[in-house]
């Protein structure tokens, strides 16, 4: 390993432990707006097995989105904002 990439990947680690111990701002953060998962399956007219059985997860994995003990990562944000405008796309997988 150089030195000069062991010198930025010990700043880099520095940097991030500061910011984990609240000694340190995050130079940006990420968000993801999630809208209500609950709304949208209603917009949708879908039982929430038919809506998980159609986005291809676990009637289980639904009602926690719904309930807000977990939330949609990834692809499956993007989907549910496309969903949020266009429920009816729900019926095209």
Do not use: C
Not at 29 to 49: A, C, N, Y
């Amino acid at each position: 390993m150089s030195n000069e990439f062991y010198d930025d990947l010990s700043t880099s680690l520095n940097q991030a432990l500061a910011i984990a111990k609240g000694q340190a701002q995050p130079s940006r953060q990420f968000t993801h707006d999630v809208p209500s998962i609950k709304e949208i399956r209603t917009k949708t007219g879908l039982s929430q097995q038919q809506f998980a059985d159609k986005l291809n997860i676990s009637s289980r994995t639904l009602q926690n989105w719904e309930q807000g003990t977990r939330n949609p990562t990834g692809a499956a944000v993007t989907l549910m904002r496309l969903l949020n405008k266009k429920p009816e796309l729900i019926t095209e997988a």
